[in-house]
């Protein structure tokens, strides 16, 4: 059974770029999350992908976007990167959505470190 | 917004003892889970306790979860320095759609 894996582990961008994140889910699992966690907080929920369309997102503005393969795995892209947008992005894969899933753990990559400066 | 909140902030015990987080949270819940993190790296999932089930045990990890608080504990007994990590409480709202996580709690298990 393959892990979520999540790529590049680290980045550094400038303010004003845009930057592309990967993920594959883990095998079995048609559901990815994107989560912001900044330095010692807890992850923010940005959005959930499912069968290719987006199926909830949290308080993130629109420059915040994502895409889900039909292999499910997905992408977060962020466009005119701000200072603030400094953190670790986790992804997470769970099998199913809405109430088939709803009790089921998300199983997290190791994230990627982005860094903008 | 974060609906969880786990207490306290940071613990620092000694190995062999136990270790008790809390978690509080404030809207009703689908369900409750407990997640690890190492330094840098991705959650683990731990545990999950469903809304209409008061204490689960996994391993040496006990949870218990009081929906009339709107609260729940993880216990970790006879903690090892491998235990060393943050740990989160989430709790399940809209179905599935996403997961609230609190700032969670630093423990540092000393040899």
């Known amino acids: 059974e393959t892990g979520v894996t999540q790529s590049p582990t680290h980045l550094i961008k400038t303010r004003g770029q845009q930057v592309t994140l990967r993920c594959s889910s883990q095998?079995?699992?048609?559901?990815v999350s994107w989560y912001q966690q900044a330095l010692g907080q807890g992850p923010q929920f940005i959005f959930q992908?499912?069968?290719?369309?987006?199926?909830g997102r949290g308080n993130f503005p629109p420059r915040f976007s994502g895409l889900q393969f039909p292999n499910y795995s997905s992408e977060l892209n962020v466009n005119a990167l701000e200072l603030d947008d400094s953190a670790l992005y986790l992804c997470?894969?769970?099998?199913?959505?809405?109430?088939?899933?709803?009790?089921?753990?998300?199983?997290f990559g190791n994230g990627t470190r982005l860094t903008v400066t | 917004s974060q609906q969880g909140e786990e207490d306290p902030q940071a613990l620092s015990i000694q190995e062999g003892e136990n270790a008790t987080m809390n978690c509080s949270y404030k809207?009703?819940?689908?369900?409750l889970q407990w997640y690890r993190q190492n330094s840098g790296r991705g959650l683990v999932h731990l545990i999950l306790?469903?809304?209409?089930?008061r204490e689960k045990h996994s391993g040496r990890l006990r949870v218990t979860l009081d929906t009339s608080k709107k609260s729940s504990s993880l216990l970790i007994t006879a903690s090892r320095a491998a235990d060393t990590a943050s740990y989160f409480c989430?709790?399940?709202?809209?179905?599935?759609?996403?997961?609230?996580f609190g700032p969670g709690t630093r423990l540092s298990v000393l040899p």
């Open positions: 997470a894969s769970s099998p199913g959505a809405g109430a088939s899933s709803y009790n089921s753990p998300l199983h």
């Open positions: 989430a709790t399940g709202e809209n179905y599935g759609q996403n997961f609230v």
């Open positions: 992908y499912y069968r290719e369309e987006e199926n």
């Open positions: 095998s079995g699992h048609n559901t």
């Open positions: 809207t009703s819940i689908n369900n």
């Open positions: 306790i469903r809304s209409n089930e």
